[in-house]
C-alpha cells in the first residue's frame, strides 16, 4: 500500500496502478475516455488531467495525466487545481470540434460517456462555429450501426475490437483531422465480440442495431439482473424491456464471470422472446385440432400425471427449478435428462472429476491468468465463446512477465504491447479444423475425436515420465513442445468439453491435468454445451439415458411422457423419438417456442422465456447464480415449476426445497436475496427513478392508469418505486450514480476497480467440496470408423446457428449458414464434390459443401444447426452430391480462416 | 499460424507481378517480420502501378499474410501512398510557411488555373495530379514543388509554364 494526497485528503492506494485507476476506486470523479478498466492505459486522449507537486512546498505543481502516472507512495495531486480544470474543458472542447449536436436522435444519449465527462469537465458552451468535419459511414453487418461523425478519437475501439478481441476488420485509418475508424470497405463485422463496441466506445459511433428498431432510452427500459443462457459460460446480463417487449441484452459486471464484455450470441440473441412462434396458450391436441385448456382441465390433467406412472424429461436449458419440480412429479425413476446418451455420459463424467481433489475448475477471470493453456477439442469459440476471449487474454500473460522484468508497469499498454511483439504465452489446440484461435497459438493439432484423444493421451503419458509410441515424427515434436511449455508452466489450464460427446478426449484432458498437479489441484475446465447442463447433470444419475426413457414410451411400459423444454429431435435418432411419442398416450410438452416436439404433443403448455421468470442455473464450473425475473410475459407463459406443481409452490419454497432436498444443490438458497436485508424491507424497483410516461403508456387503448402488476414472490417490484440499489450493489441491474449515466458508472458500485461488487454477488459454488481422489485413466485407443466411401464424422459448432434459442432471433438468423459439411480438399477431390455443392450426408440429410484447408484427409465436420439430427448421422458418413436445395443462404458469411473456395 | 485475410475478400486480390513479388521478398528479408513490410511493399506496388487500387491491397494483405484493415490503416495513414488513381506526373506542391512567404500562393493559383485542377485533382488528360506536401526541406529555394521525382526550385510564373510544358513534351 502506497500513501497519496489528493487535494489535501490523505489515501491508501496501490502503488501498482496508475492514479486515474485509484482515483475511480476511492470513488472521485475525474473524466476520462481512451482509458478503460480491463484494457490499461494508452494516454491518447489527455482528458484526465490532474495537477502533481513534487512535495508539500511546492505550489506551482505540473500536469501529469493520471493514467500514465503511478499511483506512487507520496504522490500528491489535485484533481480540482484550476489549470488542470481548464486543460481538461480545453481538452473535451477540441475532441468535439466536429463532434454533432444531434443527443436527441443519438442512442447513446442518456447513456453517453461522451455527455457525463463534457458536463463534469466543466465545458457546458461550444464556441467552434465552423464547418465540420463529416464521415461516410459503413454497413457493419446486422448487429452494429455506424456514425462516425460522433467519434472523438479515443481508439478505444480498435483497442478492444483488435488488441482485446482479435478482431482483424477494424482499423483506425488516415490521421489527424480525419482520422476514421471502420473496415477496409463496407460488411458484417466478423468477430464474435463486436458487440462490445456498443458499449466500449463513449459516445454513439458504434450503436446496438437490433435495439434500433425499437429504440427506448436507457431510463425506460424495465430491468433486472439476469443470467445469459446462451452457452455454459453463465455471462451476467441486464435485459431491458417496454411496452411488453424485449429490447436489448448488455453487459452486467461479474468479476469472476464475464468482467465487462459478453459474446454477440448473448448481446442479439433474444428476440425470439418476442417472437411469433412462441406457444401462446395451453391447449390439448386432439385429432390435430388445437383446443385452449381451461383451467380446470390442467389441473385434472396435472393430477393425472401425479398419480400414474409417467416420464419426464428434463432440460439442460430449463433452469433448476423446473428442472426439479418435474422430478418431483415423476420421481426420481422416471426423470431423465434431455440429452443424448453420448454427451450424458461425457457430462457425468465431467461432474466427477469436479469432485476430485486433484482438479480446480477456474473462473473466467482466473482463465485469463493462466500461463499455458491446452485444448482438446473443444471449439470454445463457438461452444463458450466468453471463454475463448478469456483464452486470447491468458497468452498475454508472457508480456507481462516481460512488462514486470523491465519494470514497465502492466497498465502501460501500449509500451507492454510495443516490448511483447508477437511473444505469447504458450497455447496449444487440438481440433477437427481451424478454429478462431489459431492466430494466438503456438501449435495446432487437426485431427479427428480420436486422433486428438490419443495424442491427448500420449502428453498425459509424457508428463508423467512416460514414453509414448505410435507418434509420427511431427507429433513427437509437438509432444515435446507441449510437455514442456506445460510444466514450465505456473498456472496451466487444459481445456474440453462435451460437445463432441467423447469421453476420450475428457478422460485425455483429466490424465493431463492430473499429471500436472501437484499440492495444488491443477485448472482443468471442462465446457457443457447449454446453460444448465450442469444443473440438469446434478439432477440426473448415470444410469438414466433417455435412450432408455424413449424405449420405455415405445415399448408401452409407461402410458405417457412429460418433456420440459426439449426439442426430442435434437437429442435422439429421429426414428426412436417417432416411435416414443407415437405410442404415448399423454405426450405434455412445456416450452417456450413451437418445435418439431411441440408438433407431435398431446398438451402444449407455453413456459416463460429466461427473461420473464426468476431462476437458477449453474455455469460450467458449477457457479449456480440467480437470474431475476425482468418483465411480465407476453403470452399466458408461466415458469416450467409452475406449471408442474399446480401454482401450488412460489418461487422461494421451490428453490428452498430443491435446496434442502437435492443432492449438491445445498447453497442454492443461499443465492435468494430476502426483504430483510433491505431497508425498511422495501422492495428493489426494476424501473429507474427517471422511468417516464407510466401514466400514459397504454393511453392509446384506455386512459385509466391500471394497478402496476405485483410481484408477490421477488424481492423486486415492477414499478419506480422502492429503495433503487444505489451503494448497496446487491441487486444490480442497470448502472447509475450521480454524474454518472453510462456502463463507465460501474466504478462506483465496485469495491475498488476491476474489483467484486460491494456486496455483490458472483454466484456459489456448489461443487467446491472435493471428496474424490480418483487415477488416471486407461488410455483407449481410439479407432476411426472412416472407409474408402465414409469420412469420419465429428460436430462443429457455430456461434450463430447452434444454440437452439438464439438461433430463432432474427438478427441472428442473418449471420447463420446452411448445415454443413466440411471437408479436406483430397476428400473433395477424390468424391468430386465441388465447394458450394448440396451433398446428401448417408443418401439422407442434406448439407452444403465447404472445403477446408485444415481438416485431416478421411474425416469430415458437419454443422446442423436445425435442420439436421446430428443423432441420425452414425460415426463415419458417406457423401453425395444431390440436386436437392437448402432453404437458407448457403455457406455465405461463414466465418473460417481455412476455407479453400478459390481452387474450386 | 492462419491466414489473416479475411475469408470474404480473398477472392478478389489481384495477382502480384513477379517484379513486385521479388522486390517484396528482398524487404521481407530486411525487417523482423511481415507486418513491418507491410508500407514497403504499399510503396513497391505503387511503384509499378502508379497507385495501390483495391485489389492491390487485398493482394498484398494476402501475399504477406496481414489484416486488409491493418494495412488500409497503414495506406491512408500516409498521405504519399495513393489510394486513387493519380496522373502520370504527380506535383507535390509545399504549403507550408516559407514558400507561403515566398508568394507561393500566387504560384499555386496559377498552376491551379494553368492546369484547370486544384489540390487532390487529376487533369483531364491524366498527365497531372496535384497534392500538397508540407514542406520538401528546401525552405531557401522557396518555392518549391516537386514533379514525379524531380525538384524544381525558386518557382516563378514563367517557370511554371516551361516545368509544365516539358513534362508535357516528355509524355507527348
Redesign the interface.
Known amino acids: 500500500m502506497a500513501k497519496i494526497v489528493v487535494d489535501g485528503n490523505e489515501y491508501e492506494v496501490n502503488p501498482n496502478n496508475n492514479l486515474l485507476q485509484e482515483c475511480l476506486s476511492l470513488g472521485l470523479d475525474l473524466p476520462y475516455f481512451c482509458w478503460h478498466p480491463c484494457m490499461g492505459s494508452v494516454g491518447a486522449c489527455r482528458q484526465c488531467a490532474v495537477k502533481q507537486y513534487r512535495d508539500e512546498n511546492d505550489e506551482k505543481g505540473t500536469i501529469v495525466m493520471a493514467c500514465m502516472t503511478p499511483a506512487s507512495d507520496g504522490a500528491r495531486i489535485s484533481i480540482a487545481d484550476e489549470q488542470a480544470h481548464d486543460m481538461r474543458e480545453r481538452v473535451i472542447e477540441s475532441l468535439m470540434i466536429s463532434h454533432p449536436h444531434d443527443c436527441p436522435v443519438c442512442e447513446e444519449g442518456g447513456e453517453c460517456h461522451l455527455q457525463d465527462m463534457t458536463l463534469m469537465s466543466g465545458h457546458n458552451y461550444r464556441r467552434y462555429d465552423k464547418k465540420k468535419v463529416t464521415h461516410h459511414n459503413q454497413y457493419l453487418g446486422p448487429f452494429i450501426s455506424h456514425e462516425m461523425n460522433r467519434c472523438i478519437t479515443c481508439y478505444r475501439c480498435v483497442r478492444f475490437y483488435d488488441d482485446y478481441a482479435g478482431g482483424t476488420d477494424l482499423s483506425a485509418q488516415a490521421s489527424h483531422h480525419h482520422t476514421y475508424f471502420g473496415r477496409h470497405e463496407e460488411g458484417t463485422l466478423e468477430n464474435e465480440f463486436s458487440g462490445n463496441l456498443v458499449e466500449v466506445c463513449p459516445t454513439g459511433v458504434f450503436t446496438d442495431k437490433v435495439f434500433s428498431q425499437a429504440y427506448t432510452r436507457k431510463w425506460d427500459l424495465q430491468t433486472a439482473p439476469s443470467i445469459c443462457t446462451g452457452c455454459s459460460a453463465g455471462c451476467n446480463i441486464t435485459p431491458g424491456e417496454r411496452y411488453g417487449s424485449l429490447r436489448r441484452v448488455v453487459n452486467r459486471y461479474n468479476s469472476e464471470v464475464n468482467g465487462y464484455f459478453i459474446c454477440d450470441r448473448g448481446r442479439f440473441g433474444w428476440e425470439y422472446v418476442n417472437g411469433e412462434e412462441r406457444v401462446q396458450s395451453p391447449a390439448q391436441v386432439l385429432d390435430g385440432d388445437s383446443k385452449e385448456m381451461s383451467d380446470e382441465e390442467i389441473d385434472a390433467l396435472f393430477s393425472k400425471l401425479a398419480d400414474g406412472e409417467v416420464i419426464g424429461i428434463g432440460s439442460p436449458r430449463s433452469s433448476n427449478e423446473s428442472n426439479y419440480a418435474l422430478r418431483q412429479l415423476v420421481g426420481e425413476a422416471n426423470f431423465y435428462p434431455g440429452i443424448a446418451d453420448d454427451e450424458h455420459a461425457v457430462n457425468q463424467l465431467i461432474l466427477k472429476l469436479h469432485k476430485d481433489k486433484a482438479f480446480h475448475s477456474p473462473s473466467v477471470r482466473e482463465i485469463e491468468q493462466a500461463d499455458a493453456v491446452f485444448i482438446i477439442g473443444e471449439d470454445i469459440t463457438n461452444t463458450a465463446p466468453r471463454i475463448a476471449l478469456a483464452v486470447r487474454q491468458s497468452v498475454r500473460n508472457k508480456a507481462s512477465e516481460l512488462a514486470e522484468q523491465n519494470n514497465i508497469p502492466v497498465w502501460q499498454d501500449a509500451a507492454v504491447r510495443e516490448l511483447a511483439q508477437q511473444e505469447r504465452s504458450p497455447l496449444f489446440i487440438l481440433s477437427n479444423a481451424a478454429s478462431r484461435l489459431d492466430d494466438v497459438a503456438q501449435q495446432t493439432f487437426i485431427g479427428s475425436c480420436a486422433e486428438q484423444a490419443n495424442f491427448a493421451f500420449a502428453v498425459a503419458e509424457a508428463l508423467e515420465g512416460g514414453t509414448p509410441a505410435g507418434l509420427t515424427e511431427q507429433q513427437q515434436k509437438l509432444l515435446l513442445e507441449a510437455v514442456e511449455a506445460l510444466s514450465n508452466a505456473k498456472r496451466p489450464l487444459i481445456i474440453s468439453g462435451s460437445s463432441n460427446g467423447s469421453i476420450e478426449m475428457v478422460q485425455a484432458a483429466a490424465n493431463i491435468a492430473r499429471a500436472l498437479s501437484g499440492d495444488e489441484p491443477s485448472h482443468l475446465a471442462l465446457m457443457l454445451p447449454e446453460a444448465n447442463t450442469m444443473g440438469l447433470e446434478l439432477l440426473v444419475g448415470p444410469e438414466q439415458e433417455l435412450g432408455a426413457a424413449l424405449k420405455r414410451c415405445a415399448s408401452g411400459e409407461v402410458p405417457g411422457m412429460i418433456v420440459l423444454e426439449t426439442d426430442l429431435y435434437r437429442r435422439a435418432p429421429t426414428a426412436d423419438v417417432d416411435n416414443a411419442l407415437a405410442r404415448a398416450e399423454t405426450v405434455v410438452v412445456l416450452d417456450q417456442m413451437r418445435n418439431a416436439t411441440t408438433a407431435k404433443a398431446t398438451h402444449v403448455f407455453p413456459v416463460t422465456a429466461f427473461s420473464e421468470q426468476e431462476s437458477t442455473y449453474v455455469n460450467y464450473e458449477s457457479r449456480a447464480q440467480l437470474s431475476f425475473q425482468v418483465h411480465q410475459s407476453a403470452t399466458d407463459a408461466r415458469p416450467g415449476w409452475k406449471w408442474l406443481t399446480n401454482g401450488d409452490a412460489d418461487i422461494n419454497s421451490i428453490i428452498k426445497d430443491c435446496s434442502d432436498e437435492a443432492e449438491g444443490f445445498g447453497s442454492l438458497d443461499g443465492l435468494v436475496p430476502r426483504l430483510t436485508q433491505f431497508v425498511a424491507g422495501l422492495k428493489i424497483p426494476r424501473q429507474s427513478h427517471r422511468y417516464s410516461g407510466r401514466t400514459a403508456m397504454i393511453a392509446n387503448r384506455n386512459v385509466h392508469e391500471p394497478k402496476q402488476p405485483v410481484d408477490n414472490e421477488s424481492v423486486m417490484a415492477f414499478s419506480m418505486e422502492g429503495m433503487p440499489a444505489m451503494k448497496d450493489a446487491s441487486i444490480l441491474g442497470s448502472t447509475w450514480a450521480p454524474s454518472w449515466n453510462s456502463n463507465q458508472s460501474i466504478s462506483k458500485f465496485q469495491e475498488e476497480v476491476n474489483g467484486e461488487l460491494k456486496q455483490g454477488h458472483t454466484g456459489t459454488l456448489l461443487l467446491a467440496e472435493k471428496t474424490e481422489s480418483g487415477v488416471p485413466f486407461q488410455a483407449s485407443r481410439g479407432e476411426d470408423a472412416s472407409t474408402s466411401d465414409r469420412l469420419t464424422l465429428s460436430l462443429a459448432f457455430q456461434i450463430f446457428g447452434s444454440e437452439e434459442l438464439s438461433a430463432r432471433s432474427p438478427a441472428i438468423q442473418k449471420r447463420m449458414t446452411d448445415a454443413y459439411v466440411a471437408l479436406a480438399p483430397a476428400d473433395a477431390a477424390r468424391l468430386e464434390i465441388s465447394h458450394g455443392d448440396a451433398v446428401a450426408l448417408n443418401g439422407g440429410a442434406v448439407a452444403v459443401a465447404c472445403i477446408r484447408e485444415k481438416i485431416s484427409e478421411g474425416s469430415c465436420v458437419v454443422h446442423c444447426g436445425a435442420q439436421i439430427n446430428p443423432h441420425d448421422l452414425a460415426g463415419a458418413v458417406s457423401l453425395t452430391k444431390t440436386s436437392e436445395s437448402l432453404p437458407g443462404k448457403g455457406l455465405s458469411g461463414l466465418i473460417v480462416s481455412d476455407l479453400c473456395e478459390e481452387s474450386y | 499460424?492462419?491466414?489473416?485475410v479475411?475469408?470474404?475478400?480473398?477472392?478478389r486480390a489481384r495477382v502480384l507481378t513477379e517484379a513486385e513479388i521479388s522486390e517484396i521478398e528482398h524487404e521481407k528479408t530486411l525487417y523482423?517480420?511481415n507486418q513491418a513490410v507491410g508500407l514497403e511493399a504499399l510503396k513497391i506496388v505503387q511503384n509499378h502501378q502508379g497507385w495501390v487500387s483495391?485489389e492491390s491491397?487485398l493482394a498484398i494483405a494476402e501475399y504477406l499474410d496481414l489484416?486488409?484493415?491493418?494495412?488500409?490503416?497503414v495506406a491512408?495513414?500516409f498521405n504519399l501512398i495513393y489510394r486513387q488513381p493519380v496522373g502520370k506526373n504527380v506535383i507535390l506542391y509545399c504549403d507550408s510557411v516559407s514558400c507561403w512567404i515566398c508568394r507561393g500562393d500566387d504560384i499555386k493559383d496559377y498552376l491551379s488555373e494553368k492546369l484547370d485542377i486544384d489540390y487532390g485533382q487529376t487533369t483531364a488528360d491524366n498527365e497531372f495530379t496535384l497534392i500538397p506536401v508540407p514542406c520538401l526541406g528546401d525552405c531557401n529555394n522557396a518555392p518549391v514543388m516537386m514533379v514525379g521525382q524531380d525538384l524544381h526550385r525558386n518557382l516563378t510564373k514563367d517557370g511554371i509554364d516551361e516545368i509544365i510544358d516539358q513534362y508535357r513534351n516528355k509524355s507527348a
Open positions: 499460424m492462419s491466414s489473416q479475411i475469408a470474404s475478400t480473398k477472392s523482423p517480420d483495391d491491397l489484416s486488409v484493415a491493418d494495412l488500409e490503416g491512408t495513414f
